[in-house]
C-alpha cells in the first residue's frame, strides 16, 4: 500500500474515532469521580484522548517536538504544567473561564505552528508548560474529591498517554520528512489546522453549554 493511501486511511479512521469523543464529555467514569487506584488510572490513560481539544494540543505537541531542536523537552514541558494545573484544580476549583483558556490555547498553538516561531528556546517552553497547566487545570474537574490513591494513579496516567502519544507522532513527522514523503512545514500548517478546528468545536461548545 503506498504512503499517500495510508495517510488517508489514518486521516479517515483518526475523523471517524475524534466523531465520537464529545459523547464521553471529557468523562469515563459517567460523572462519577474514580475510587480506586485502577479507575484513576484508567480514568487519566482516556481524559486527553477523549477530549478533542486536549488531543488535538497534545497532538500538536507532538508535531512541535519533531521540529524543534531539543525534542524532549517540548513535551516534558507541557505535560509537567497539565500535571500541575491538575492540582491547581484540586487546591482551587472552579476558576472562570477555565474552558476558554483552553480554546485560546489552542489558537495560540496555531499561530505558533503557522508562524513557525522558534520553539524550544526558555521562554517558549515555559509558554508550553502555561499551556499545560491550563489544560491540566481542566483536566483536573473529573478527579475533584478523589482519595490520594486515584488522583495519584490519575496523574501518571493521563502524563503517560500524553508524552506517549507526542513521541510517537514526533517519531512519526521525523521519519515522514527523512523520507522526504512529508515536508516539515506540511506537518506545521495540518496540525495548526487541527488546532483552529478543535479551538472551533470548543467555543461553540463552551456557548453551548
Known amino acids: 500500500m503506498k504512503n499517500t493511501q495510508i495517510t488517508r486511511l489514518a486521516v479517515a479512521a483518526l475523523v471517524v474515532t475524534m466523531s465520537s469523543f464529545p459523547a464521553f ?44 531542536a531539543r525534542p524532549v523537552a517540548i513535551p516534558l514541558s507541557f505535560i509537567v504544567g497539565t500535571a500541575l494545573g491538575c492540582l491547581a484544580y484540586v487546591a482551587r476549583p472552579g476558576l472562570p473561564f477555565a474552558e476558554l483558556a483552553v480554546v485560546a490555547s489552542l489558537v495560540l498553538g496555531a499561530a505558533w ?12 517552553l515555559a509558554v508550553i508548560a502555561l499551556c499545560g497547566l491550563v489544560h491540566g487545570y481542566a483536566y483536573g474537574e473529573s478527579i475533584l474529591g478523589a482519595e490520594m490513591a486515584p488522583l495519584g494513579s490519575y496523574i501518571v496516567g493521563f502524563l503517560a498517554v500524553q508524552f506517549g502519544i507526542a513521541a510517537a507522532i514526533a517519531a512519526g513527522v521525523r521519519r515522514l520528512a527523512d523520507a522526504e514523503v512529508m515536508r516539515e512545514r506540511t506537518a506545521a500548517y495540518g496540525a495548526a489546522a487541527a488546532l483552529l478546528a478543535a479551538a472551533t468545536f470548543g467555543a461553540m461548545s463552551t456557548m453551548l453549554a
Not at 34 to 62: C, E, N, R, W, Y
Not at 113 to 124: E, I, K, N, V, Y
Open 25 to 68: 464529555a471529557h468523562h469515563m467514569m459517567d460523572g462519577e469521580v474514580p475510587k480506586t487506584l485502577m479507575q484513576g488510572l484508567l480514568s487519566g490513560l482516556a481524559h486527553p484522548v477523549i477530549g478533542l481539544d486536549h488531543l488535538a494540543f497534545v497532538a500538536a505537541i507532538g508535531v512541535v517536538a519533531a521540529l524543534a
Open 113 to 124: 505552528l503557522f508562524l513557525r516561531r522558534p520553539l524550544d528556546t526558555g521562554a517558549h
